[in-house]
């Protein structure tokens, strides 16, 4: 396995903040179904082989076999662990987060920036992907002092509750995944003075399914709707494959403060985490009020070439609007950057209605300080109103999972306090697909 991220056939060309191509048409596309009956049936996966014989350059560590997911001790010397099957298409993070679980995510990034961490002889990063049958150089971990300061965290204990919370946010369910309504103020994970999480109250569903079910893809706190869950790690990596190989179609409906010029458009801009986000987040100082202050915990517009800027493109539609106040929006992601859509709704000019974040700021000529016929009216609620909508991916059961998540209360109440009818035709569909 190379570590080196698939490249682009092409770099992007830098853009500004208001990025937007000029109105148009989206062309009709086929349907999930249509492409489908096109391609050429995927191979099968191989079984799990033998491990390889050789061994790292310059050491000569034991082989430890990793069928089991169990927590490992902290390793005297260097190691090379092979990585089992049903971790293939993990992270190298979690992976360590898994095996070693007193090892902190500040430590881990330091040994990987040292090189000591390897997988195949190559040097890795936390982000890096693990395959089946990989190997992974494991130094000398040091953990006895860390674990006196900091004890492994241990799982927390099954809920009956929760198990009776996740079934009624289920959408749908199979033999190998289900489908969740994740409500408004919901945490997916825990954090920093978060205790109460999805990821947590899926522990209470391990004696039901045999295996501890596992998250695909994370929706922020205020954001509401359509949630993936596997229930197996095998079905986690096939899935985590196909958002990587974006063949997952995802479309968000938001409601945003004016009326976007052009209806549809597509917004391409180069996007970076802020100082306290990513490994830095717990160095990094809390936002300060004040004018000129930059909210560390915010996704920043950056330009092309910078070390942590990553390209991020949207597309969006105009699907009903109440002149000059507000509009609703179809808006399909076609990058998974953090925070994406509300960073991009604030770039050009309109933030999502209640997102305490990226609310833009006014200008003092700005006519929506003054005119009230743009303002807001009391009777909206002040949540973020973010909707993860709809999900379209090829089914690992068969098929293809097409999923709708209904309106969350609060953007259900805005919908009827304008008239907007979710029946409508929603031209987002026909954008493209890259």
């Known amino acids: 396995m190379t570590n080196a991220r698939k490249p682009a056939s092409r770099k992007p060309a830098a853009r500004g903040p208001d990025a937007r191509k000029p109105a148009r048409k989206f062309a009709r596309k086929k349907s999930p179904q249509e492409k489908l009956a096109q391609e050429k049936p995927g191979q099968e996966k191989p079984a799990h082989e033998k491990l390889a014989q050789e061994k790292l350059a ?12 169990a927590a490992a001790p902290a390793p005297a010397g260097v190691q090379t662990i092979a990585i089992a099957a049903d971790e293939d298409g993990m992270r190298l993070d979690r992976w360590f987060r898994r095996r070693f679980p007193a090892v902190g995510l500040s430590h881990l990034n ?23 049958d990989d190997l992974v150089r494991v130094p000398p ?52 003075g978060t205790t109460r999480h999805i990821d947590g109250m899926l522990q209470a569903m391990a004696e039901e399914m045999g295996e501890r079910p596992v998250l695909v893809h994370r929706l922020d706190r205020d954001t509401s709707g359509v ?40 917004i391409s801009l180069f996007l970076a985490k802020g100082a306290a986000m990513g490994d830095d987040r717990a160095r990094a100082r809390k936002p300060q009020a004040g004018p000129g202050r930059v909210d560390p915990e915010k996704m920043r517009i950056a330009k092309h070439g910078e070390a942590d800027a990553q390209h991020s493109v949207t597309y969006y ?7 000059p106040r507000l509009a609703w929006l179809s808006m399909k992601p076609i990058t998974g950057r953090t925070h994406q859509l509300r960073a991009h709704a604030e770039a ?74 979710m029946g409508q035709y929603d031209p987002i569909m026909d954008a493209p697909e890259e």
């Open 58 to 69: 310059q050491e000569k560590p034991a082989r430890k076999k990793s069928a089991s997911p």
């Open 317 to 323: 539609a105009t699907v009903d609007k109440v002149a």
């Open 227 to 266: 949630l993936l869950i596997a229930k197996t790690r095998r079905t986690a990596a096939d899935l985590g494959e196909i958002f990587r190989s974006r063949q997952a179609r995802k479309i968000y409906w938001a409601i945003v403060q004016g009326v976007p010029k052009p209806a549809q458009g597509r």
């Open 141 to 192: 971990l040091k953990l006895d002092a860390f674990e006196a300061r900091s004890p492994a965290v241990k799982r927390p204990e099954a809920n009956p509750a929760d198990s009776k919370l996740i079934r009624q946010m289920t959408l749908y369910e199979d033999r190998k995944l289900m489908v969740l309504d994740k409500p408004w103020g919901l945490a997916v994970q825990g954090g920093s």
């Open 110 to 132: 330091k040994i990987c920036r040292k090189g000591e961490v390897r997988v195949n002889g190559k040097r890795a990063e936390g982000s890096d992907r693990l395959k089946a």
């Open 348 to 421: 050009i000019g309109h933030p999502m209605i209640g997102d305490p974040k990226y609310h833009g700021a006014l200008a003092e000529n700005d006519p929506r300080r003054t005119d009230p016929m743009r303002a807001i009216p009391a009777d909206v609620e002040n949540k973020l109103h973010l909707l993860a909508r709809r999900l379209i991916l090829p089914n690992p059961s068969g098929g293809v999972l097409d999923v709708s998540a209904p309106l969350p209360p609060h953007m259900k109440k805005t919908f009827d306090l304008f008239g907007f009818d």
